[in-house]
């Protein structure tokens, strides 16, 4: 169970144009959905948190309208990278987190397979 | 500032040879520390969760520890596909916000 997905696994754009991911939780209900960017040989950025319903909350230094995020729904959440440029090429990656459970201290994240992004 | 490190960054090993991998962290209010494994262009694998000082999980040649200020994962007789980066993220208090270290590479050869 707890399964992720990701789609796509790749893309390849020209600069300029948008770019929309989509991060699915496929065998349970998000509230919660983290998107991390990952530079090579880099560890994970965390970009924003996203909660259904609700705006997203954006770490500093990143640009909320770059990078449009939408909750639609517990089980799906949005990327959009606007006018994309060869920079916002990278790795990015969803986790989602299950409804809360009244017995965890926390909630666990599960990770998506992560999209590819190459801004030509 | 909260801060996660990781040593060493790479590491290579022959088939059997034993190491351990160390996470050192500064955090305000430790609500867990997570082991994560990563292969390349993947999403991080969930490996381990631990909450306290003096605990220890472990699961076929990998074994998690935790201290108050660091934590070990210890590898035991690895095989070439154990081969992976290793990531060590923390749960920052307060928040559900995992913050990550820069990873091990480990590459063993056999």
């Known amino acids: 169970g707890a399964v992720v997905s990701q789609h796509p696994s790749r893309v390849i754009c020209k600069s300029g144009t948008s770019v929309k991911i989509e991060c699915r939780s496929l065998d349970f209900q998000a509230t919660t959905m983290f998107w991390y960017r990952q530079f090579p040989k880099q560890s994970l950025m965390l970009m924003a948190t996203s909660n259904e319903g609700s705006k997203a909350t954006y770490e500093q230094g990143v640009e909320k309208d770059k990078f449009l995020i939408n909750h639609a729904s517990l089980t799906l959440s949005t990327l959009t990278v606007t006018s994309a440029h060869p920079e916002d090429s990278s790795f990015y990656i969803c986790s989602a987190s299950p409804l809360f459970e009244a017995h965890s201290s926390y909630n666990e994240q599960f990770f998506g397979p992560g999209t590819r992004l190459t801004v030509l | 500032e909260d801060q996660v490190t990781q040593s060493p960054e790479a590491l290579r090993l022959q088939e059997g040879e034993s190491s351990s991998l160390n996470c050192s962290y500064t955090?305000?209010?430790?609500?867990?520390l997570f082991w994560y494994r990563q292969d390349p262009g993947k999403g991080p694998e969930f490996l381990f969760t631990l909450y306290s000082a003096g605990e220890e999980k472990e699961k076929e040649r990998l074994k998690a520890t935790l201290t108050k200020k660091e934590s070990f994962l210890h590898i035991t007789a690895p095989k070439p596909e154990d081969s992976a980066t290793y990531l060590c993220a923390v749960l920052e208090g307060g928040y559900n916000k995992l913050i990550f270290g820069a990873g091990t590479r480990l590459a063993v050869h056999p």
């Open positions: 955090v305000s209010g430790l609500r867990g």
